[in-house]
């Protein structure tokens, strides 16, 4: 089993900084991707940027060109630095990611994914 450790949240004013870390510990042979998500109340759950283990990258359209995700492989951690931040940036940010667990994992095919608990990011003056 593997474990998501996210940190960095906190509260800012809009157009300032945040970056977020999440590390990935357990049961792990090989990361597919990892990304992060957020969810603010009254709206859906939604992608804010991901990465592949080979450098692949994603962005949500409202956070291009403000957010930026990168990954350190050798500790198997994401980040996200998040820049002229805004109100509705407000909203709990999950780390996610997909993994194949172990050999038998890789051989088959079987993907795994795994969440981290949820850090706050509140834009706010």
């Known amino acids: 089993q593997a474990q998501l450790v996210e940190s960095g949240g906190g509260l800012v004013q809009p157009g300032g900084s945040l970056r977020l870390s999440c590390a990935a510990s357990?049961?792990?042979?090989?990361?597919?991707?990892m990304g992060w998500y957020r969810q603010a109340p009254g709206k859906e759950r939604e992608l804010v940027a991901s990465i592949t283990s080979g450098g692949s990258t994603k962005y949500g359209d409202s956070v291009k060109g403000r957010f930026t995700i990168s990954r350190d492989n050798t500790k198997n951690t994401v980040y996200l630095q998040m820049d002229s931040l805004k109100p509705e940036d407000t909203a709990v940010y999950f780390c996610?990611?997909?993994?194949?667990?172990?050999?038998?994992?890789?051989?088959?095919?079987?993907?795994?994914?795994?969440w981290g608990q949820g850090t706050q990011v509140t834009v706010s003056s």
């Open positions: 357990g049961s792990i042979f090989m990361i597919i991707a």
């Open positions: 996610n990611a997909a993994v194949v667990s172990d050999r038998i994992g890789a051989f088959t095919g079987r993907r795994d994914d795994y």
